[in-house]
């Protein structure tokens, strides 16, 4: 059994292709893994925007990732210190701790270039 498939190009021209039900299978395959992994994208760079950063010497176990913000940032811990007192890089202080998100480091970057 053949089946059409309706394709809709950026100039508004459409365009019909007749797919084999083996034709079929393999371009719905492929769609299903070209959602798939836009939605593992998506939810990494979700999770990715989540993360947060202090300023201490040890990483906080159990996080998945480095978050010392001078790892983040590839430079030097007093470097770190010095872009969040100067408010060069947005923070929160928490208690006796600094806190900055990833946010607020992607904004430093998109400051300096």
Do not use: W
């Not at 498939?5 to 797919?19: E, R, W, Y």
């Not at 079929?24 to 299903?32: F, W």
């Not at 979700?46 to 300023?55: G, I």
């Not at 770190?80 to 408010?87: D, F, I, N, P, T």
């Amino acid at each position: 059994m053949d089946s059409t498939l309706n394709l809709t190009i950026a100039s508004g021209q459409v365009i019909a292709v007749t797919l084999s039900g083996y034709a079929e299978a393999q371009v719905l395959g492929m769609i299903a893994a070209q959602q798939e992994a836009a939605r593992a994208a998506a939810a990494e760079h979700e999770a990715a925007l989540m993360r947060t950063y202090h300023l201490g010497e040890k990483p906080t176990p159990g996080r998945g990732y480095d978050d010392r913000l001078k790892m983040r940032l590839g430079c030097g811990a007093d470097m770190a210190r010095e872009l969040v007192a100067s408010g060069r890089i947005a923070s929160q202080n928490l208690g006796h701790r600094y806190s900055v998100c990833e946010q607020a480091v992607r904004d430093f970057y998109k400051r300096v270039r």
